[in-house]
């Protein structure tokens, strides 16, 4: 809240945005992903659903909840184990073959600080890391 202002057309096919005072470009990228993303491609006719998705083996596998229903805990836990994250935060899907593909996207985490530590090696992209939450200049 009071970060960054987004409107997105009713066609899903801009996005404007307002950023308060002080918020560096980087904090907008990431709340544009984070946030605002998935209901531009939704509005634009591309299925997305509110959730992670790793790879295991040759398939994808999404965590769908509720906000903080833990789906980033989980897909973290999975990429501790070294499957491979695809996206965070919108599973966007592409119907083929009769079944879906999940479309790769930004890999990075929002986590709860206490999963954060738990979780989180150094080299893991993380979207705010606990220091830096939220990010201005």
Known sequence: PDLVDFVV?????????WPAPGIISESCKQLFISQ??????????????????VELGEVAVA??????????TLATSFSKDGHRLIVDDGVQLEAKD????ALPGVASLRLWEDSEE????ADTPVAFPSAERPMTA
């Open 118 to 121: 738990e979780l989180v090696s």
């Open 63 to 72: 965590f769908v909840a509720r906000s903080g229903g833990g789906k980033s």
């Open 9 to 17: 057309s009713a066609d899903g096919l801009q996005v404007d945005a």
């Open 36 to 53: 605002v993303r998935s209901l531009a491609l939704s509005r634009a006719g591309h299925l997305v659903l509110h959730g992670r998705a």
């Open 98 to 101: 009769g079944g879906y593909l």
